[in-house]
């Protein structure tokens, strides 16, 4: 494999894909296809080595530009998405558009070139657990999404199921839990809490705050992709999870708690309509066939480093940060 196109690849995991393509496959030239939406950014590939990278400003829903830029790689990975569950709430048409005329797009063009692909997709095409589940979501789960968000991804992934069985397309998916780490947009629980707290503002916390969430840190999704993606078998299905369960209460707490603040200094908002419960996989497939282990297995640690990146880095996060709270003032929340 010598040139890898990422769409997406200007988004909070697509970017640090690219940055850890650059760091363990120096060798590869990566191409990013990016539309650069509100969450995307051009800046956030800025460590990628020059004569590594090159970007192209584009749509996925851009049939004869995916078509060109498949032509000339050898894998495909696709990140690109509309991705926040509160936005998909309030207004679903984008999300259907770009996850799933989006991804149709990126198949025929997979097609046309016989191009292997990987697919990224989320645990939330699972729905959600009871809390005192005694099982996790495996590969064998049957789809049950809640949200106009989720709904789209497992719409998305049903798309490359087909494309694999009736056209003999090359692909594989994967479906992970909620990331953390650095350059995730602010609109997301973990650094719409740290920026509330760095701006002392009182951040939020939907419902009661039982719902329970999968936690990885981003650059285990990145490592995990690509053993998926050069070792994983095509037509199947990799959950890519680090095993880290925590209620929203436990990690708005936590970062309280690391932020020197009272453990009671946030406030309880309307809880978000058709709220996954509890979502949580398991990734024995991963890590028994393709060996996969997450580096990041302490929390707390990471949590830390990501305050620090967000303390460190106000001028990336604040304009995002006002326009964010703008949205989520006119929903409420
Ligand atoms: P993000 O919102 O940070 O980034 C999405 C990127 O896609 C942005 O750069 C945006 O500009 C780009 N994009 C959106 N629509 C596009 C279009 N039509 N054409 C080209 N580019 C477009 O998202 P993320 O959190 O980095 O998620 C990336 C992928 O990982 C998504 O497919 C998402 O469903 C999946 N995923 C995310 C998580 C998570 O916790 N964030 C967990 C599991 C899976
Ligand atoms: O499971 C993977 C999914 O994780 C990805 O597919 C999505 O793209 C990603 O956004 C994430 O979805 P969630 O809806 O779980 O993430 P979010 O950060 O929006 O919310 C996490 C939990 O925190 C959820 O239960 C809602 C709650 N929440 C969220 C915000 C923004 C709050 O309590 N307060 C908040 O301010």
Same mark, same amino acid.
């Given at each position: 494999?010598?040139?890898?196109?990422?769409?997406?690849?200007?988004?909070?995991?697509?970017?640090?894909?690219?940055?850890?393509?650059?760091?363990?496959?120096?060798?590869?030239?990566?191409?990013?296809? *990016?539309? #650069?939406?509100? !969450?995307?950014? &051009?800046?956030?590939?800025?460590? +990628?080595?020059?004569?590594?990278? $090159?970007?192209?400003?584009?749509?996925?829903?851009?049939?004869?530009?995916?078509?060109?830029?498949?032509?000339?790689?050898?894998?495909?990975?696709?990140?690109?998405?509309?991705?926040?569950?509160?936005?998909?709430?309030?207004?679903?048409?984008?999300?259907?558009?770009?996850?799933?005329?989006?991804?149709?797009?990126?198949?025929?063009?997979?097609?046309?070139?016989?191009?292997?692909?990987?697919?990224?997709?989320?645990?939330?095409?699972?729905?959600?657990?009871?809390?005192?589940?005694?099982?996790?979501?495996?590969?064998?789960?049957?789809?049950?999404?809640?949200?106009?968000?989720?709904?789209?991804?497992?719409?998305? *992934?049903? #798309?490359?199921? !087909?494309?694999? &069985?009736?056209?003999?397309?090359? +692909?594989?998916?994967?479906?992970? $839990?909620?990331?953390?780490?650095?350059?995730?947009?602010?609109?997301?629980?973990?650094?719409?809490?740290?920026?509330?707290?760095?701006?002392?503002?009182?951040?939020?916390?939907?419902?009661?705050?039982?719902?329970?969430?999968?936690?990885?840190?981003?650059?285990?999704?990145?490592?995990?992709?690509?053993?998926?993606?050069?070792?994983?078998?095509?037509?199947?299905?990799?959950?890519?999870?680090?095993?880290?369960?925590?209620?929203?209460?436990?990690?708005?707490?936590?970062?309280?708690?690391?932020?020197?603040?009272?453990?009671?200094?946030?406030?309880?908002?309307?809880?978000?309509?058709?709220?996954?419960?509890?979502?949580?996989?398991?990734?024995?497939?991963?890590?028994?066939?393709?060996?996969?282990?997450?580096?990041?297995?302490?929390?707390?640690?990471?949590?830390?480093?990501?305050?620090?990146?967000?303390?460190?880095?106000?001028?990336?996060?604040?304009?995002?940060?006002?326009?964010?709270?703008?949205?989520?003032?006119?929903?409420?929340?």
């Amino acid at each position: 494999m010598r040139n890898l196109l990422v769409t997406g690849g200007a988004g909070f995991i697509g970017s640090n894909f690219v940055q850890w393509v650059a760091e363990h496959e120096p060798g590869l030239h990566v191409t990013v296809l *990016d539309k #650069l939406t509100y !969450a995307g950014r &051009r800046e956030n590939l800025a460590g +990628a080595p020059d004569g590594l990278l $090159t970007f192209v400003e584009g749509d996925i829903c851009d049939g004869v530009l995916l078509d060109e830029l498949v032509a000339r790689a050898d894998a495909i990975v696709h990140f690109a998405a509309e991705t926040h569950n509160d936005n998909s709430i309030s207004d679903p048409a984008p999300f259907v558009r770009a996850n799933v005329e989006g991804t149709f797009h990126v198949l025929e063009a997979a097609r046309a070139h016989d191009v292997r692909l990987h697919h990224i997709s989320t645990d939330e095409v699972f729905g959600d657990l009871a809390l005192d589940d005694p099982v996790r979501f495996t590969e064998e789960s049957p789809y049950r999404p809640s949200s106009p968000y989720s709904s789209t991804k497992a719409a998305s *992934d049903l #798309l490359v199921r !087909a494309w694999v &069985r009736t056209y003999g397309v090359r +692909a594989t998916i994967s479906n992970c $839990t909620n990331n953390y780490g650095p350059r995730q947009h602010v609109e997301k629980l973990i650094p719409r809490t740290i920026t509330a707290l760095l701006c002392n503002e009182r951040p939020k916390l939907y419902g009661d705050g039982r719902n329970v969430r999968d936690w990885i840190h981003v650059d285990d999704h990145s490592s995990a992709v690509w053993e998926i993606l050069t070792r994983g078998r095509i037509g199947e299905t990799y959950l890519i999870g680090a095993g880290c369960e925590k209620s929203n209460r436990e990690v708005m707490q936590a970062i309280l708690s690391a932020m020197g603040c009272p453990g009671d200094g946030f406030d309880r908002v309307s809880d978000r309509p058709g709220h996954d419960l509890r979502s949580a996989v398991d990734a024995s497939k991963l890590r028994c066939e393709l060996g996969w282990e997450p580096m990041h297995t302490d929390f707390s640690a990471g949590l830390a480093e990501t305050i620090a990146w967000y303390r460190d880095h106000e001028s990336w996060w604040r304009p995002d940060r006002e326009a964010a709270e703008r949205r989520y003032a006119a929903q409420g929340s």
